[in-house]
């Protein structure tokens, strides 16, 4: 292999290598076309050899109008380093209906064929939305809750009531007149008075007691065993 074949196969080997780090495909040419081509004093169609600086990227564009559903192309040709145009392999415009449509595209004759796919807008929800159905529940629960609420109240008052009733209870009256309280024992007896105590034992003590005037004997029982005895009795 001679010198000069070594050097081409070299050059070929670093164009390839900077085109696949740089991630692009270079655009020598596009297709030229101009529909005032007379006034501009140019040709209406043809190919277009693309110049510019080296550090500039270099495209293909297409510009169109559409009256009343058809097309009419305005120009074609070459574009000088536009970040839009970057790493764009078809030309496609996608901004929605505007008065001249334009697009542009990387690589040789990319401009041969244009399309045109809008973007989508995504609408924002208004701040006024529109009402909703108020859920099944809601709706139960404002039709039920003052029903259950005087329920509350008269089941507590109920429970107030017993309470109170229970804790006191009626007085019962009698139906029949108990009539006259029993006599007093000490009624009708007459005046008595103790003289001295003569005697003191387990169940009382025995005193002389003047009786009018008599001298008698009485004989006292404590309280306990006046008790007792009731209870025998």
Request: hydrophobic share 35%; charged share 20%.
């Amino acid at each position: 292999m001679g010198a000069a074949t070594k050097l081409v196969f070299a050059v070929f080997l670093i164009s390839c290598s900077s085109g696949a780090i740089l991630g692009r495909s270079e655009t020598q040419e596009c297709i030229f076309y101009n529909a005032n081509w007379e006034n501009d004093k140019t040709n209406r169609s043809g190919i277009e050899l693309c110049y510019g600086d080296k550090d500039k990227r270099r495209h293909c564009f297409a510009t169109w109008k559409n009256i009343s559903g058809s097309i009419e192309i305005v120009k074609k040709g070459c574009w000088l380093d536009d970040i839009n145009c970057y790493d764009r392999t078809d030309c496609i415009e996608k901004k929605d209906s505007p008065e001249v449509f334009f697009c542009c595209c990387e690589g040789n004759m990319c401009n041969e064929h244009f399309f045109y796919f809008p973007e989508m807008e995504v609408t924002q929800p208004t701040s006024n939305p529109m009402p909703t159905k108020p859920p099944l529940f809601s709706t139960l629960l404002y039709s039920l809750g003052p029903i259950m609420g005087i329920a509350v109240i008269v089941l507590f008052s109920f429970w107030m009531y017993r309470h109170h009733k229970l804790a006191y209870p009626p007085v019962l009256v009698p139906t029949q007149d108990p009539g006259p309280p029993p006599p007093s024992p000490l009624m009708g007896l007459k005046p008595l008075q103790l003289l001295e105590i003569r005697a003191r034992g387990r169940f009382g003590c025995v005193w002389k007691a003047q009786l009018l005037n008599e001298y008698v004997a009485v004989k006292i029982f404590p309280v306990q065993v006046y008790k007792q005895s009731n209870m025998v009795l």
